[in-house]
């Protein structure tokens, strides 16, 4: 019993100790993206501003849970997480501040932000069907829906339902169709997968180009970095739902602390972040879209060619992530 008294005793003296002190010239980010893809960024904002940036990376889940844990005395001015399921749960959870800002309103489409300004989607991915040039003809192909029909028998793999990706793409075709219809489009899925669904969206690639099936689903700049490294490989992206609400989109994003020991400097952070500057650079550390429109677009990621996106609010991932995770697994979708 010790060590959880001792843990229940720390946690209760980090609540009722007194507001670390502000300091202006330096904000603290808690980011759940990797280091290679933020350093660049910050390391300019701090050239320009002169405000420093000091950043800790993790999991979404465990940053969350530490900024629970430490309330009003934490550090953090800042959380930068992937997928707009962790950040609509961030703001459930209360640890994010509305930002009543114009140019983040200018800079961020309504869709990729949270209506109430807790959070601001700050690069796009794009969640599409990848597919075999040698085997699939792309007049074949069409929607998600359609991978759920018998001619792609034993032709399909699939991300496992473990990751977050897949779930904001379930919990978004739930709010587009309701749960008894996308039920019935996942366990169509899961009845034409050629092999048990895969770790990661590489290996479901990987899987395209051996022949063990003939498409599946993935983040495009999984796709950009196997096209990078072998310019000819035989896979291609087909833009999905063309034809009704377009492809199905996330975002990485950040929102200030409710806590904030130097919310100015983050809201001129996140204000910069969503600049053109800094846009152009989260294409291209990362091979993404910029959520900004008609910023320029990375020359490998523009050769993809254009698409038009879903653009139901993106926090509806969020919103309907529980219900999404409870259908997959009706559905036999592990």
């Given at each position: 019993?010790?060590?959880?008294?001792?843990?229940?005793?720390?946690?209760?003296?980090?609540?009722?100790?007194?507001?670390?002190?502000?300091?202006?010239?330096?904000?603290?980010?808690?980011?759940?993206?990797?280091?290679?893809?933020?350093?660049?960024?910050?390391?300019?904002?701090?050239?320009?501003?002169?405000i420093r940036?000091?950043?800790?990376t993790d999991?979404?889940?465990?940053?969350?849970?530490?900024?629970?844990?430490?309330?009003?005395?934490?550090?953090?001015?800042?959380?930068?997480?992937?997928?707009?399921?962790?950040?609509?749960?961030?703001?459930?959870?209360?640890?994010?501040?509305?930002?009543?800002?114009?140019?983040?309103?200018?800079?961020?489409?309504?869709?990729?932000?949270?209506?109430?300004?807790?959070?601001?989607?700050?690069?796009?991915?794009?969640?599409?069907?990848?597919?075999?040039?040698?085997?699939?003809?792309?007049?074949?192909?069409?929607?998600?829906?359609?991978?759920?029909?018998?001619?792609?028998?034993?032709?399909?793999?699939?991300?496992?339902?473990?990751?977050?990706?897949?779930?904001?793409?379930?919990?978004?075709?739930?709010?587009?169709?309701?749960?008894?219809?996308?039920?019935?489009?996942?366990?169509?899925?899961?009845?034409?997968?050629?092999?048990?669904?895969f770790s990661?969206?590489?290996?479901?690639?990987?899987?395209?180009?051996?022949?063990?099936?003939?498409?599946?689903?993935?983040?495009?700049?999984?796709?950009?970095?196997?096209?990078?490294?072998?310019?000819?490989?035989?896979?291609?992206?087909?833009?999905?739902?063309?034809?009704?609400?377009?492809?199905?989109?996330?975002?990485?994003?950040?929102?200030?602390?409710?806590?904030?020991?130097?919310?100015?400097?983050?809201?001129?952070?996140?204000?910069?972040?969503?600049?053109?500057?800094?846009?152009?650079?989260?294409?291209?550390?990362?091979?993404?879209?910029?959520?900004?429109?008609?910023?320029?677009?990375?020359?490998?990621?523009?050769?993809?060619?254009?698409?038009?996106?879903?653009?139901?609010?993106?926090?509806?991932?969020?919103?309907?992530?529980?219900?999404?995770?409870?259908?997959?697994?009706?559905?036999?979708?592990?």
């Amino acid at each position: 019993m010790r060590p959880a008294l001792s843990f229940v005793t720390a946690l209760l003296a980090l609540a009722l100790a007194p507001p670390l002190v502000a300091d202006d010239d330096q904000i603290t980010v808690y980011s759940a993206r990797q280091e290679h893809l933020i350093k660049p960024l910050f390391d300019r904002f701090t050239e320009e501003t002169g405000i420093r940036v000091r950043y800790v990376t993790d999991n979404a889940g465990p940053l969350l849970a530490r900024l629970k844990a430490e309330g009003r005395n934490t550090p953090a001015d800042m959380l930068m997480t992937v997928d707009a399921g962790n950040l609509w749960q961030a703001a459930e959870e209360g640890v994010l501040n509305s930002v009543d800002s114009e140019t983040l309103r200018s800079n961020i489409p309504g869709y990729l932000r949270d209506p109430d300004g807790q959070w601001f989607g700050l690069s796009v991915r794009a969640r599409t069907i990848i597919y075999s040039t040698e085997r699939v003809d792309p007049d074949e192909l069409s929607t998600y829906e359609a991978l759920a029909e018998p001619e792609w028998e034993g032709r399909l793999c699939l991300r496992t339902s473990r990751k977050v990706y897949n779930q904001s793409l379930v919990a978004m075709m739930i709010a587009r169709h309701g749960e008894e219809k996308t039920q019935e489009i996942v366990e169509g899925w899961v009845d034409n997968l050629a092999a048990s669904p895969f770790s990661n969206d590489t290996s479901v690639m990987q899987a395209i180009e051996a022949g063990q099936c003939d498409v599946g689903i993935v983040n495009t700049y999984y796709f950009g970095r196997l096209q990078k490294d072998d310019p000819d490989i035989p896979l291609a992206l087909h833009w999905a739902n063309q034809d009704e609400h377009g492809v199905h989109v996330n975002v990485s994003g950040a929102g200030i602390t409710r806590h904030a020991g130097n919310p100015e400097g983050a809201r001129k952070l996140l204000e910069w972040l969503s600049g053109e500057e800094a846009q152009e650079m989260f294409g291209a550390l990362n091979l993404e879209y910029p959520a900004s429109e008609d910023v320029p677009l990375n020359d490998l990621v523009a050769a993809w060619g254009e698409f038009d996106p879903d653009t139901i609010n993106v926090s509806e991932a969020g919103r309907l992530q529980v219900p999404a995770v409870m259908l997959m697994d009706r559905a036999g979708y592990r």
